[in-house]
């Protein structure tokens, strides 16, 4: 008679553990699979978009806001056991890893690239300035650092080299920009778009 096999109850994609977080994730592969990644993260999306339409029904004291609050304190409680915001941008940098294809800095390098920018940054010494908004990884352009001066930036940040700051208050010269996780909304750290 063959011997039962012992299945292992999978860990939920949003609990942390010593395989997912940490230095050593971010150097090499990841624990969660990407349909996971994918699925968690859309769900934070879907969670953020209904909390700002109830957060309108409460705030305009609609006929339906008592409802509304309800729901609100149900929706906030779903966002608050997926992680909440750490929870959520832990998945999207899982999605941004080489073995899932990396950030959109690749498409962006090679576009650069097509467009001979690396030579004429070299031919007249100086280095194009990035303002990367929605950074993740601080060292996203370390490969192109003879020629990219990159200025990486998040609404919460996770990384002491990417400074914290609302691009919507942005000040200074203006550079190329590019974005990982462009903030569609100054009150709402969720709800950011894919790159184009």
Same mark, same amino acid.
């Not at 592969?29 to 699925?39: I, K, L, V």
């Not at 590019?178 to 750290?189: F, G, H, K, V, W």
């Given at each position: 008679?063959? +011997?039962?096999?012992?299945? +292992?109850? @999978?860990?939920?994609?949003?609990?942390?553990?010593?395989?997912?977080?940490?230095?050593? #994730?971010?150097?090499?592969?990841?624990?969660?699979?990407? !349909?996971?990644?994918?699925?968690?993260?859309? &769900? *934070?999306?879907?969670?953020?978009k209904?909390?700002s !339409?109830l957060?309108?029904?409460?705030?305009?004291?609609?006929?339906?806001?008592?409802s509304?609050?309800?729901?609100? /304190?149900?929706?906030?409680?779903?966002?608050?056991?997926? $992680? $909440?915001?750490?929870?959520? !941008?832990?998945?999207?940098?899982? /999605?941004?890893?080489? %073995?899932?294809?990396?950030? #959109?800095e +690749?498409?962006?390098? /090679?576009?650069? &690239?097509?467009?001979?920018?690396?030579?004429?940054? +070299?031919?007249?010494?100086?280095?194009?300035?990035?303002?990367?908004?929605?950074?993740? @990884?601080?060292? =996203?352009? #370390?490969?192109?650092?003879?020629?990219?001066?990159?200025?990486?930036? %998040?609404?919460? #940040?996770?990384?002491?080299?990417?400074?914290? !700051?609302? *691009?919507?208050?942005?000040?200074g010269?203006?550079p190329?920009?590019?974005?990982?996780?462009?903030?569609? %909304?100054?009150?709402?750290?969720? =709800?950011?778009? &894919?790159?184009?």
């Amino acid at each position: 008679m063959p +011997k039962a096999r012992k299945t +292992k109850r @999978k860990t939920p994609v949003t609990v942390a553990g010593p395989s997912t977080v940490g230095p050593s #994730s971010q150097a090499g592969g990841t624990s969660s699979h990407p !349909q996971a990644t994918r699925t968690v993260i859309r &769900r *934070f999306h879907v969670l953020i978009k209904r909390r700002s !339409q109830l957060q309108n029904v409460v705030s305009a004291h609609a006929r339906n806001a008592s409802s509304a609050q309800i729901e609100l /304190g149900t929706v906030e409680r779903e966002i608050e056991e997926l $992680g $909440g915001l750490e929870a959520y !941008q832990h998945m999207s940098s899982i /999605g941004q890893s080489s %073995d899932r294809g990396g950030g #959109s800095e +690749k498409i962006l390098i /090679g576009w650069l &690239r097509e467009l001979q920018v690396p030579q004429t940054m +070299k031919e007249k010494s100086c280095q194009l300035r990035l303002l990367e908004v929605g950074a993740l @990884k601080p060292d =996203n352009y #370390s490969s192109c650092g003879g020629w990219i001066s990159v200025s990486p930036i %998040d609404l919460h #940040s996770r990384h002491p080299s990417i400074q914290e !700051q609302d *691009f919507l208050l942005h000040q200074g010269k203006p550079p190329s920009l590019t974005r990982d996780n462009y903030m569609l %909304d100054p009150d709402n750290p969720y =709800n950011r778009s &894919r790159p184009s």
